[in-house]
């Protein structure tokens, strides 16, 4: 079996799916820079191979920072807006 968890709403959230070693899995835990799930922070995931357990993480960032960047950059102003909603 694995084990994903994750947080929805404050709460830790767990989905399991079957552990065939010969069937391949893709996780996705989503985006570093610009997000679409309204949670600006950066996302990722750590697979325990030992355990078969998939754990989903956010952490915040240098928020300002990275706007700032893509100002500096003359990038469209809607890419540093959209980060700060997480859209």
Do not use: C, H
């Not at 694995?2 to 399991?16: A, G, H, P, S």
Request: zero cysteines.
């Amino acid at each position: 079996m694995v084990v994903l968890t994750f947080m929805e709403n404050l709460k830790r959230r767990f989905i399991v799916v079957d552990d065939d070693k010969d069937v391949r899995y893709l996780v996705n835990p989503g985006s570093v820079g610009q997000p679409r799930d309204g949670d600006w922070r950066a996302a990722f995931a750590i697979f325990d191979s030992d355990k078969w357990i998939v754990t989903f993480q956010r952490v915040p960032y240098n928020l300002k920072s990275a706007q700032d960047r893509i100002f500096a950059a003359n990038l469209p102003q809607r890419l540093a807006t959209r980060l700060a909603a997480g859209r």
